[in-house]
């Protein structure tokens, strides 16, 4: 790990006003620290932000509200959240194991660099770590690696299982620099890789995540975070989906759905949403929705099972939330 100046500042404006390009935002520190010690980030000042007000976790009339600087546990374990979001709570158990879900910020999740093995090994080429170095994956071992929105330039996944519920609940993510405030739509806050892979986010320099809304949608109580991995303890998704599903008797009124592990962002399938609203809720109508789920795929040689995988997904979530009507 290389040398670097640490500051902890009492107040936003304070923290914001300490960040330049050199610098990192240090909240639980599960990504951040692990990156330094592999000199994968090298920042020449950590900012820590704990001290920041940033941590409340509210429901009003626009929906649940969720500082940044909240911890996954605290937010899995709200009786709200459980409640009125279940996918949101489920993501985030299945997402690490409970020391890190106790440590980890929900800002520096969605923050989270790729758990690709060839971003975190400096003897290998790769575009996200040094731009125009190639892509080691390609050609390399490329099982966990994406299969949608992915480029010449980088295949790897998003790492974050909690950003796919959120996205999947049209999630916005509020944002402060010293030129003010701004509010983006989780679902574009993240860029697919193109050419300059190396930008994954909307984040600006000097920028701080201060906080999540999610609006309010009512038959969000039906919903279901479905996580496929190797094993149960702590692993990343080769794929997972997140599904809320509106029900009118038999009929599919209206549902929510978004894919992570097979893209480099969380992967929003409005096609499959469209295709199932007014449908009768049974295995056959799932089948045939989801069939051409993935068909543009672009897989490599050790993935190429992943788009079926997320057929296969999507409808056993589809029918463990709507039954056999």
């Known amino acids: 790990m290389r040398p670097y100046a640490f500051t902890r500042p009492g107040s936003v404006r304070a923290a914001l006003a300490e960040a330049d390009g050199g610098s990192a935002y240090l909240a639980g520190g599960t990504t951040l620290v692990d990156l330094m010690k592999l000199e994968v980030s ?9 001290r920041l007000p940033l941590d409340g976790i509210s429901v009003d009339s626009d929906g649940l509200h969720i500082g940044a600087l909240a911890r996954m546990s605290d937010v899995a374990g709200d009786q709200a959240v459980r409640t009125r979001y279940p996918m949101i709570s489920q993501a985030l158990e299945l997402s690490a194991s409970p020391q890190l879900r106790n440590m980890a910020s929900m800002g520096g999740n969605l923050l989270q660099r ?35 929105g992915t480029s010449e330039a980088c295949v790897a996944t998003h790492p974050s299982d909690v950003a796919v519920a959120l996205v999947a609940l049209d999630t916005q993510v509020h944002l402060e620099s010293r030129d003010g405030t701004r509010t983006v739509a989780l679902a574009e806050f993240y860029r ?51 599904v809320a599903l509106d029900l009118d008797g038999a009929r599919i009124r209206g549902v929510r759905v978004a894919a992570g592990g097979v893209g480099t962002r969380p992967w929003r399938l409005g096609a499959v949403e469209q295709a199932l609203v007014g449908r009768t809720a ?14 543009d795929a672009r897989t490599l040689p050790h993935n190429v099972f992943k ?16 039954g056999r009507a």
């Not at 790729?114 to 575009?127: E, G, P, V």
């Open 282 to 295: 049974t295995p056959d109508t799932y089948e045939a929705v989801v069939a051409s789920v993935a068909e």
């Open 192 to 242: 697919l890789p193109g050419q300059t892979p190396q930008v994954e986010n909307d984040l600006r320099p000097g920028e701080l995540i201060t906080g999540l809304t999610v609006p309010t949608l009512p038959w969000a109580t039906r919903s279901l975070y479905l996580k496929i991995r190797d094993r149960q303890s702590y692993e990343f998704a080769l794929t997972s989906v997140a």
């Open 114 to 148: 790729t758990r690709c093995s060839y971003f975190r090994d400096l003897t290998t080429a790769c575009n996200k770590r040094e731009p125009g170095s190639g892509c080691a994956a390609l050609t390399g071992h490329n099982r966990m690696h994406a299969v949608l």
């Open 307 to 322: 788009p079926a995988l997320l057929r296969r997904t999507l409808v056993r979530a589809l029918v463990t939330l709507g």
């Open 42 to 50: 090298t920042p020449s000042r950590v900012v820590d932000i704990n």
